[in-house]
């Protein structure tokens, strides 16, 4: 397939860039690279000749014209999104541009795309989005979320991604545009941004630095880990039925003091600390964030009977993995640690 990957210098469009390539697609990687965007991620596949990178913003549509007449792709995953919760508190209009204008954009641009080429059946728009627009769940784990839970968004991210999963599915049922959407819980692993728990923790903690944990650390989430996440998504541009949705989740709910306890241990045995004590000696409890969700959870039954899919890696073996990357890989965080707002506490506003 020709794939035209949104967002594909992020965290997770830069990992499905790089299993597509991998895979023998064509992919056309399409990026605004605003501050979490960083072409480093993509390096292992930007000299190969199925490899395409376009600079351009999914709230142009005159750019989006431009590239879909010159790439001419069989598929959309669009993954392109603010995605920080804590800066769409500090500065929602970011996110309601890009998050809700820029997927209007996409998917005039597609439909005009889809319409023009004669309306193959082939055609796939992949809308990428995140099990926060469920809200919140209680305790009960026995209670998930799943693809018929009704929409409950807490935050202006998860709301402006709410908008979002909305807008496509009208433009499914109005125009007949052939979709395809996911929801997926909590991302981690390499190249991810140093601005969300995992990285800040891990970096926070190799400069002896306090770990800090919202809350009294008890909030839940669902850990799906990063390549994962990109097989179940090329999956589903290939496989899932048009018109559908699927939840994407790690089967790894963990609370957030269980996750930087583990991850503290991960770093006892890789990199300990000079004055041998261990790295949860620095964890510390700041004041919660406004809106936080108690708990989210995925209930991936549909994916995995109906496409056969399931992850593949325990966060334990993620949480390792990612450790050990970002150990070795010092001069690509090096690198961000002077962005805006990398480092510093957001989302307090209330």
């Known amino acids: 397939m020709k794939l035209l990957v949104t967002g594909g210098a992020g965290f997770i469009g830069s990992a499905v860039v790089r299993q597509a390539v991998r895979a023998g697609h064509h992919v056309v990687n399409l990026?605004?690279?605003?501050?979490?965007?960083?072409?480093?991620?993509?390096?292992?596949?930007?000299?190969?000749?199925?490899?395409?990178?376009?600079?351009?913003?999914?709230?142009?549509?005159?750019?989006?014209?431009?590239?879909?007449?010159?790439?001419?792709?069989?598929?959309?995953?669009?993954?392109?999104?603010?995605?920080?919760?804590?800066?769409?508190?500090?500065?929602?209009?970011?996110?309601?541009?890009?998050?809700?204008?820029?997927?209007?954009?996409?998917?005039?641009?597609?439909?005009?795309?889809?319409?023009?080429?004669?309306?193959p059946e082939s055609f796939r728009f992949h809308h990428i989005s995140t099990d926060e627009v469920f809200g919140s769940l209680p305790a009960d784990p026995s209670v998930q979320f799943t693809e018929d839970t009704p929409y409950d968004p807490r935050s202006p991210y998860s709301a402006s991604k709410a908008s979002s999963d909305h807008l496509v599915r009208a433009w499914h049922e109005t125009y007949g545009l052939p979709v395809v959407m996911t929801n997926c819980s909590n991302n981690y692993g390499p190249f991810h941004f140093p601005e969300k728990l995992i990285p800040v923790v891990i970096l926070k903690a190799l400069a002896g630095e306090p770990l800090p944990i919202y809350g009294d650390g008890s909030n839940i989430r669902d850990w799906l880990y990063v390549e994962d996440h990109a097989d179940a998504l090329l999956l589903v541009v290939q496989k899932g039925?048009?018109?559908?949705?699927?939840?994407?989740?790690?089967?790894?709910?963990?609370?957030?003091?269980?996750?930087?306890?583990?991850?503290?241990?991960?770093?006892?045995?890789?990199?300990?600390?000079?004055?041998?004590?261990?790295?949860?000696?620095?964890?510390t409890f700041v004041t919660d964030r406004p809106g936080h969700d108690a708990r989210y959870a995925i209930d991936p039954t549909r994916i995995a009977t109906e496409l056969g899919w399931r992850p593949s890696v325990t966060v334990e073996e993620g949480l390792r993995r990612t450790v050990a990357w970002y150990l070795a890989n010092e001069d690509w965080w090096r690198a961000l640690q002077d962005r805006d707002g990398v480092g510093a506490r957001l989302g307090v506003a209330g």
């Not at 930007?46 to 014209?65: G, K, M, Q, V």
């Not at 879909?68 to 959309?76: C, I, Q, S, Y």
């Not at 890009?98 to 209007?104: L, M, R, S």
């Open 31 to 119: 990026d605004a690279l605003t501050y979490a965007a960083c072409l480093d991620n993509v390096a292992s596949v930007s000299n190969h000749p199925n490899y395409a990178f376009e600079h351009a913003d999914i709230r142009d549509r005159a750019a989006l014209d431009r590239v879909f007449a010159a790439h001419n792709p069989d598929a959309v995953m669009h993954l392109a999104a603010e995605s920080h919760v804590d800066r769409s508190i500090d500065g929602p209009g970011d996110f309601i541009e890009t998050n809700i204008t820029g997927t209007y954009n996409m998917l005039e641009a597609a439909r005009s795309h889809w319409v023009g080429q004669g309306k």
């Open 241 to 283: 039925q048009v018109g559908r949705s699927y939840n994407i989740g790690g089967e790894n709910e963990r609370t957030n003091l269980e996750l930087v306890k583990t991850l503290c241990s991960i770093l006892d045995d890789l990199k300990p600390r000079g004055d041998g004590k261990p790295y949860a000696d620095q964890i």
